[in-house]
């Protein structure tokens, strides 16, 4: 891996995200969980560089990111959406993911990583915001809650970028 400006890379970010997923990975190179999320946001906050990525209490992850000040969302491409959809459908708590998933972790500025990804984003912890029912101002989204289990939100600022370096530059 190879370190980048965040900003060079050109791929959508609602692509990253939305379409193509990734995997947010919280705790030490000794002791981590990595689950997939589609629901997040790269952009700018507080004039900063930043990641907002959400998380049920439910999940494993939710441990690690309360524990954690650093958290990583490493991007893939489409060969390794079997990969992601593991992650995302099987705990750590009852299986090794990264080991069933084919995925290498790599220690990225404290946090972890996998060598496996296009692009990794390492973030510091710098907000936290359980999300409340009352705000939601389109009452529809209260049906992605039926088990009343809401996200908590996490803002992380981007302090470091990196690249695959078998890729080009803004190549996905």
Same mark, same amino acid.
Request: hydrophobic letters at 40%.
């Given at each position: 891996m190879k370190k980048i400006n965040v900003r060079d890379i050109k791929t959508s970010?609602?692509? !990253?995200?939305g379409d193509d997923w990734a995997l947010l990975t919280a705790g030490t190179p000794d002791k981590f969980n990595t689950m997939t999320?589609?629901?997040?946001? !790269?952009?700018e906050m507080w004039g900063r560089d930043a990641a907002f990525v959400f998380v049920r209490p439910q999940r494993y992850t939710f441990e690690f990111i309360e524990q954690s000040d650093i958290f990583t !969302?490493?991007?893939y491409g489409s060969e390794y959406k079997d990969a992601l959809r593991l992650c995302g459908a099987?705990?750590?708590?009852d299986i090794d993911k990264p080991a069933a998933a084919g995925l290498t972790p790599v220690e990225a500025s404290g946090g972890v990583t996998f060598a496996e990804a296009e692009y990794t984003v390492v973030c510091r912890k710098i907000a936290a915001q359980? !999300?409340?029912p009352s705000g939601f101002l389109d009452k529809t989204i209260e049906n992605n809650y039926a088990k009343k289990d809401y996200h908590k939100m996490y803002v992380g600022e981007i302090i470091e970028a990196y690249q695959n370096k078998k890729l080009p530059?803004?190549?996905q």
């Amino acid at each position: 891996m190879k370190k980048i400006n965040v900003r060079d890379i050109k791929t959508s970010p609602v692509e !990253l995200i939305g379409d193509d997923w990734a995997l947010l990975t919280a705790g030490t190179p000794d002791k981590f969980n990595t689950m997939t999320v589609s629901w997040g946001a !790269l952009g700018e906050m507080w004039g900063r560089d930043a990641a907002f990525v959400f998380v049920r209490p439910q999940r494993y992850t939710f441990e690690f990111i309360e524990q954690s000040d650093i958290f990583t !969302l490493s991007f893939y491409g489409s060969e390794y959406k079997d990969a992601l959809r593991l992650c995302g459908a099987k705990s750590g708590r009852d299986i090794d993911k990264p080991a069933a998933a084919g995925l290498t972790p790599v220690e990225a500025s404290g946090g972890v990583t996998f060598a496996e990804a296009e692009y990794t984003v390492v973030c510091r912890k710098i907000a936290a915001q359980a !999300l409340d029912p009352s705000g939601f101002l389109d009452k529809t989204i209260e049906n992605n809650y039926a088990k009343k289990d809401y996200h908590k939100m996490y803002v992380g600022e981007i302090i470091e970028a990196y690249q695959n370096k078998k890729l080009p530059l803004g190549s996905q």
